[in-house]
Nanobody
Framework: VQLVESGGGQVQPGGSLRLSCTAS????????VTWFRQAPGTEREGVAG??????????YYADSVKGRFTISRDNARNTVYLQMNSLKPEDTAVYYC??????????????????WGQGTQVTVSS
């Protein structure tokens, strides 16, 4: 399983970015996918997750991004997106997407995911 993130970059506070996570030889539609981020000197944290494998279509968000970030899927493109609006300097981090063959017990526990992308840098600065 190979995951590839894209869409990172530098943006001013209040701006928006859309991150994409695609997979090769693996159909994301059937598995949970979660976006994590890690800023220098901090632990990796779950940002947003989605799980359609049980048909629930549930989504999960960290409190710090609720109302600003949206996770979504485009199954035709085998892609999971993270739309990030109203970005703040504290959103600066490397963003990773992750997936696993099993539904995680906790969506934001990074130890529950076996497959990771290489990460994409998001910098929010004026």
């Amino acid at each position: 399983v190979q995951l590839v993130e894209s869409g990172g970059g530098q943006v001013q506070p209040g701006g928006s970015l859309r991150l994409s996570c695609t997979a090769s030889e693996f159909t994301l539609e059937y598995y949970p996918v979660t976006w994590f981020r890690q800023a220098p000197g901090t632990e990796r944290e779950g940002v947003a997750g989605c799980n359609d494998s049980d048909g629930s279509g549930e989504t999960y968000y960290a409190d710090s991004v609720k109302g600003r970030f949206t996770i979504s899927r485009d199954n035709a493109r085998n892609t999971v997106y993270l739309q990030m609006n109203s970005l703040k300097p504290e959103d600066t981090a490397v963003y990773y997407c992750a997936t696993d063959l099993m539904i995680p017990r906790r969506w934001d526990d990074d130890s529950e995911y076996d497959y990771w992308g290489q990460g994409t840098q998001v910098t929010v600065s004026s």
